[in-house]
């Protein structure tokens, strides 16, 4: 997949060190929680789905907020599952294994960071629509560097794996890489 060298930029931004630190200093304050209860089933990974890299939580997570970032017409397709970004983004993380620990510890947080590091006190996947677009937008605007680059790491890996599916191409217009299918270079050139 092409976008795997923007999910490794936005990756190692995260810097593994400055994460853990805030990490571990969130859960020392009892910020982060304990427990953690059952993947919501409208973002967990279907029956077939087998994963390699993800975790069942940070697939969902994952879905949940590829959801909100793709619009309403590609929210739809991954409702109706024509396009499982988890899955697809298990598959790009399995065959690049030093993006899957910060991208996973990206997922954590964003699943279960709570105020005052993120504006929720639930879990990600369990707040309502309005409510996961104010987390995402905080993390997008934030004056922390860190949550800047948390965003664009979940960011980079939902619209890689949504835009790079098959399905997902009639929403953009574009034909396919050129050489696959039949697709000439003219026709991956053509804007329309």
């Known amino acids: 997949m092409t976008g795997a060298p ?13 994460f853990l630190r805030l990490a571990g200093a969130a859960t020392a304050a009892g910020l982060l929680p304990a427990g953690c209860g059952g993947v919501p089933p409208p ?9 390699g890299a993800l975790s069942p939580r940070a697939y969902a997570t994952l879905t949940a907020a590829a959801t909100r970032m793709v619009g309403p017409a590609g929210a739809a397709m991954i409702a109706r599952r024509e396009v499982d970004v988890g899955r697809l983004a298990d598959d790009l993380l399995a065959r690049n294994p030093a993006l899957a620990a910060p991208i996973g510890q990206a997922l954590a947080v964003l699943e279960f960071g709570v105020w005052p590091l993120l504006p929720k006190l639930r879990p990600f996947t369990a707040l309502d629509a309005v409510g996961q677009d104010a ?5 997008a605007r934030s004056d922390l560097s860190l949550k800047r ?10 619209l890689t794996t949504f835009y790079g599916a098959p399905a ?25």
């Open 135 to 139: 987390v995402l937008r905080d993390l």
């Open 149 to 158: 680059a948390l965003y664009g790491g979940v960011r980079a890996l939902a």
């Open 6 to 18: 923007d999910v490794a930029r936005a990756a190692a931004a995260l810097d593994r060190r400055g």
């Open 43 to 51: 973002f967990s990974p279907g029956p077939d789905v087998t994963l």
């Open 168 to 192: 997902a191409r009639p929403l953009s217009g574009y034909p396919g890489p050129f050489g696959a299918s039949g697709i000439g270079v003219a026709d991956a050139m053509v804007a329309r």
